[in-house]
T-cell receptor, first 118, second 113 residues
Framework: AQTVTQSQPEMSVQEAETVTLSCTYDTSENNYYLFWYKQPPSRQMILVIRQEAYKQQNATENRFSVNFQKAAKSFSLKISDSQLGDTAMYFCAFMKHVIGGSQGNLIFGKGTKLSVKP | EPEVTQTPSHQVTQMGQEVILRCVPISNHLYFYWYRQILGQKVEFLVSFYNNEISEKSEIFDDQFSVERPDGSNFTLKIRSTKLEDSAMYFC???????????FGNGTRLTVT
């Protein structure tokens, strides 16, 4: 069974600074996907970034980037130039690669609550 | 941009009552999911649905729960006899293909009193 661990329950960062959120996972799968989702106070789940395990290049989306270390089973999220609107709960999630069917459900970590301070 | 829509946004019900949570997935999506998030806890998988049948379900999804896609656009989660511990945020999600990212709705907050 896959597990996802986020060891930082809460973090804070000053506006415009950079912050890194940690995530580790455990799996015996070789092909899989990793995600970061953001959940602001409105409780909506918003996809931030996605990484395919077979890609060595780290994914980036504007101010968001990941450091994917497959051998270490580590998948951290870096937020550059933090903005007040980045304040949210951040969930790391794992999905194994499947062909057909719909077993590709997400396994979530417990989340990291990020506060961006002015 | 198309969205997954969920109704109602908040549902209050008495213990023992039946509730139906409604979702309209994105129109070209083929895979549908329900997740649950008890306040302050992590998001938990309940059930996945593909090709008009349940493809996977978690231990949480017991006989009190059922899902249906009655008309090709709606996707519903029914809880037959609600318990206090069913109080949670329920998220519907959908995706186009097995390896696609999940798109979530805004959730329905269920409060059982």
């Amino acid at each position: 069974a896959q597990t996802v661990t986020q060891s930082q329950p809460e973090m804070s960062v000053q506006e415009a600074e950079t912050v890194t959120l940690s995530c580790t996972y455990d799996t015996s799968e070789n092909n899989y996907y990793l995600f970061w989702y953001k959940q602001p106070p409105s409780r909506q789940m918003i996809l931030v970034i996605r990484q395919e395990a077979y890609k060595q290049q780290n994914a980036t989306e504007n101010r968001f980037s990941v450091n994917f270390q497959k051998a270490a089973k580590s998948f951290s999220l870096k937020i550059s130039d933090s903005q007040l609107g980045d304040t949210a709960m951040y969930f790391c999630a794992f999905m194994k690669h499947v062909i057909g069917g719909s077993q590709g459900n997400l396994i979530f970590g417990k989340g990291t609550k990020l506060s961006v301070k002015p | 941009e198309p969205e997954v829509t969920q109704t109602p946004s908040h549902q209050v019900t008495q213990m023992g009552q039946e509730v139906i949570l409604r979702c309209v997935p994105i129109s070209n999506h083929l895979y549908f999911y329900w997740y649950r998030q008890i306040l302050g806890q992590k998001v938990e998988f309940l059930v996945s649905f593909y090709n008009n049948e349940i493809s996977e379900k978690s231990e949480i999804f017991d006989d009190q729960f059922s899902v249906e896609r009655p008309d090709g656009s709606n996707f519903t989660l029914k809880i037959r006899s609600t318990k206090l511990e069913d109080s949670a945020m329920y998220f519907c999600a959908s995706k186009t293909g097995p390896s696609s990212p999940l798109h979530f709705g805004n959730g329905t907050r269920l409060t059982v009193t």
